[in-house]
Every structure is written in C-alpha cells, then in structure tokens.
C-alpha cells in the first residue's frame, strides 16, 4: 500500500515515527506492507515511488531541509501518484475549504483519505461525504476528534444495535487543561505557554480557548453518531478566553470541563460549553488532559471511554489505526 501523506506537524511526526518504528511488524502481523511515497509540508512535498526513507524525512524535516531527500514535486501533484490514500495531518483552517478540495480530488483520482483535520468535516461534511460516496471511496477521521480514544470505529462495529441517548466528551485537552490552569490561579497566558511547551496548543492556539477546537468536534460527532448534516451555525459553543465566575469556579469545590454535549431523539441538543462535574459522576474520572465520552444508550447501557493523557502521538496512533483499517 502506497500513500501520501500531507502535515508534518507534531501528529504528522509522529505518524512518520510509527509507520517507519512499525514497518515490519505492521507487514507480519496485518499483511500490510506500507510505503510512504510522498510527504509534504507547508512549503515542500518531496516523493520517490520506490518509498521514502522515513529516518531522514525527520531528520531533514528538522533541519528544515526536506527539499534535499527526494524528488521536490508540486503539492497539486500527489493526486497523479500511485497511491492509495492521502493523509491529511495539517492544521485546520478556518473555512475548510482547502481539505474538502483536497478530499474531493482524492476520491475523483481513486483515492481513500484518512484525515485529522476537523475544520473540513464541521464545514463540509454534505460534500465531502457525497464525494466519497459517488465516486465508492471512503474516508476515516477517527483522529480528528477524540485523539487516540477509539470513537466512531467503537460506534461503527460495536454499538449498532443501540441507538445513542446522550453524549458527554472532553474531546479538547488544550482548553480543558488552560482551564484547570486558570481555576488553579495560574495567569491565562502563562497556562497556555506550558501547553504550548507541552506540544498539546499551537503556536495559533485562539480555535482552541475560544472554543472553536470544541466545537468542530462536536459537529463531526453529531454528524458521525446521529445521521446529522450540521455546521458550525447549527450549535451552540463557548470558550474560556473571557470567564466571567472564575472565582466562583475556584471556590465552588465542583470540577469543571468544556464539554461536547449530545442528545439524541427527534430534536438532538448539540453544544460545546463549560460545565461543573460532581464528584462520582463518571466523567470526573478524566483529567484536564484526558480525552474521553460517556455514551447513553438504550441497549448497551452507559460505556464510559477515555485515556489519562493526549497528545500527538496518541492522535497520530490513530491515524496509523485508519491507515491499518483501509490496508
């Protein structure tokens, strides 16, 4: 399986790290014999058919030389490669428009995406999901919501003899953690700064505190999980960048999180916002860097799903799991 891969951020490093630490194990245990053939960044794409030597795309990347390991092609050429699935690890823009081009093409060359970016999905989820269906490609986007927690693939072969009553999820760990930050009393910027060193906030962090991060998740969720078609205008969000009670959130002796919120039944709520936890319910088991979700549903009762931390190599775990998927 050849493909292209799009972002070398910190996920798209890190995919890079596992694909090429787990080339042979991924051969014997799947059957699947993944050859990176092009990679891009923000100002290079760099390919070689016979597959590209992965220890020196990061080390060259580092060094900013990327342009002195392979053939430099156009960004506009990977849809003629011989590959069979574009990756896309880039940053999410505010219109989606560049992914949802980019999805589109993929699947009028014959080709699959897998994708981690949240921006073309909350936006154009209609055309991009009609795309994949006219011309029989698919697209997986596990990672683009929940990091390295399992959500939609959970969903999508373990819970489909139930139907979704509500969801709870701390899909966010930036706000969340600059949250817990602020009602520890550290200073806003500060909080962010250590994110930021963390490898958990961008250099661009203002989608992620003024809820926007939030929010493109919930969207894709309520899309993914209910058969919906919404966009950002359809729900209701907020962030943490101007809080009003944040001394009350001090003292009050209650947890709180920015949430993704879900009901299901003929007229769904869909919201992302901040609200206070109780001891003992099962959502307080998360940290500030946890990521994580609480499922009612009418048969299989309450499942509760999260991971104690995550970052970038637990989200580009996933986008390795979706590559597996589609190998």
Known sequence: ?????????????????????????????????????????????????????????LMYKERKELDEIAEVIKPEEIYSLQSD????????????????????????????????NKAPLALHWK????????NNRKILY?????????LFNLNKYSLKSSKLLEFRGQVSSTINFVLNQMIAGVDFHEAVKTAQSMGIAE??????????DGA?????????????????????????????????MKNSGEIYRVLSHITGGSKPTVESKI????????VAAMDSLSM????????????????????????????VNDILLLS
């Open 1 to 57: 399986m050849n493909i292209s891969l799009v972002g070398l951020g910190h996920i798209g490093k890190a995919a890079v790290g596992i694909l090429n630490e787990n080339h042979e194990y991924f051969k014997s245990r799947f059957n699947a014999d993944i050859k990176v053939i092009s990679v891009s960044d923000s100002r290079t794409t760099v390919y070689d058919k016979n597959g590209l030597n992965l220890d020196k795309v």
């Open 85 to 116: 699935i574009i990756v896309d690890m880039s940053p999410a823009t505010k219109d989606g428009v560049a992914g949802m081009k980019m999805y589109t093409k993929s699947f009028e060359s014959g080709k699959n995406i897998v994708t981690s």
């Open 127 to 134: 055309e991009i999901m009609e795309s994949s269906m006219k």
């Open 142 to 150: 596990e990672s683009s919501v929940g990091g390295g927690v399992p």
């Open 203 to 212: 250099t661009d962090y203002r989608d992620d505190t003024n809820g926007l």
């Open 216 to 248: 493109r998740k919930t969207v894709i969720i309520a899309n993914a999980l209910l058969g919906m078609d919404y966009t950002l205008k359809d729900i209701a969000y907020e962030g943490i960048d101007d809080i009003k009670d944040i001394n009350y």
């Open 275 to 282: 609200f206070s936890i109780k001891q003992g319910d099962p």
């Open 292 to 319: 994580g979700y609480l499922e009612r549903t009418d048969n299989n009762d309450d499942l509760t799903v999260f991971e104690k931390h995550d970052g970038p190599l637990e989200t580009a775990a996933q986008v």
